[in-house]
Nanobody, 126 residues
Framework: QVQLVESGGGSVQSGGSLRLSCAAS????????MGWFRQAPGKEREGVAT???????NYADSVKGRFTISQDNAKNTLYLRMNSLKPEDTAMYYC????????????????????WGKGTLVTISS
């Protein structure tokens, strides 16, 4: 019912910046929460940031102050601006969406999303 396609991943050096995009299509009118999650090889998936339809945002402590999540409703596009990138940020980044409003910190273990993109790879070198 909802399709998500990420783009904007790539390789940058420590301290650099990158902006990820997520194009949403389908029945997007039913989506009230969107977010970014990431997973590094051999590690668990972790929440990065979320934003609800009213513009309220939540960030994981590890990215707070460096990353900014935003959305362009007219273009049905979600963004993640990443500044001051660190090697620890290297991961596959996934766009996700759900029907309900976002629920607090995206780092919650029971955080559930209904739709997922296939991911875009971000590699930070030192």
């Amino acid at each position: 019912q909802v399709q998500l396609v990420e783009s904007g991943g790539g390789s940058v050096q420590s301290g650099g910046s990158l902006r990820l995009s997520c194009a949403a299509s389908g029945y997007t009118y039913s989506i009230y929460c969107m977010g970014w999650f990431r997973q590094a090889p051999g590690k668990e998936r972790e929440g990065v940031a979320t934003i609800d339809s009213d513009g309220r945002t939540n960030y994981a402590d590890s990215v707070k102050g460096r990353f900014t999540i935003s959305q362009d409703n007219a273009k049905n596009t979600l963004y993640l601006r990443m500044n001051s990138l660190k090697p620890e940020d290297t991961a596959m980044y996934y766009c996700a969406a759900r029907y309900d409003y976002c629920s607090g910190s995206p780092s919650r273990r029971d955080y559930v999303m209904d739709y997922w993109g296939k991911g875009t790879l971000v590699t930070i070198s030192s």
